[in-house]
Nanobody
């Protein structure tokens, strides 16, 4: 079945870095845009970043622009989210998902095949 699996989360200090991975099985990742989202208890899920099927187009939430970088390695069927200069406000469960459209969007309503998520905690 179609499945996305996230990894790479953990506990880091403010200013630190993490690289999250979103690995696909059951489909070819290059066929669709992929988005990264995050959610904390009591807050609505936020679109963090998305990347087109080719990797040529990217979008970022204003809150992470300049600090996070999304990329994909279609040969490895994996999308990455490099997170630098992490802040406590970045603490969340990070999930990836596949877009139902051919262009990437930060609107979670157009995504499916959600992964289980990987926890990122930024704290001293």
């Amino acid at each position: 079945q179609l499945q996305l699996v996230e990894s790479g989360g953990g506990l880091v200090q403010p200013g630190g870095s993490l690289r999250l991975s979103c690995a696909a099985s059951g489909f070819t990742l290059s066929y669709a845009p992929i988005g990264w989202f995050r959610q904390t208890p009591g807050k609505k899920r936020e679109g963090v970043s998305c990347i087109s099927s080719s990797g040529g187009s990217q979008r970022y939430a204003d809150s992470v622009k300049g600090r996070f970088t999304i990329s994909r390695d279609n040969a490895k069927n994996t999308v990455y989210l490099q997170m630098n200069s992490l802040k406590p406000e970045d603490t969340a469960l990070y999930s990836c998902a596949k877009s139902t459209y051919y262009t990437c969007s930060l609107n979670d309503a157009v995504y499916n095949n959600w992964g289980q998520g990987t926890q990122v905690t930024v704290s001293s």
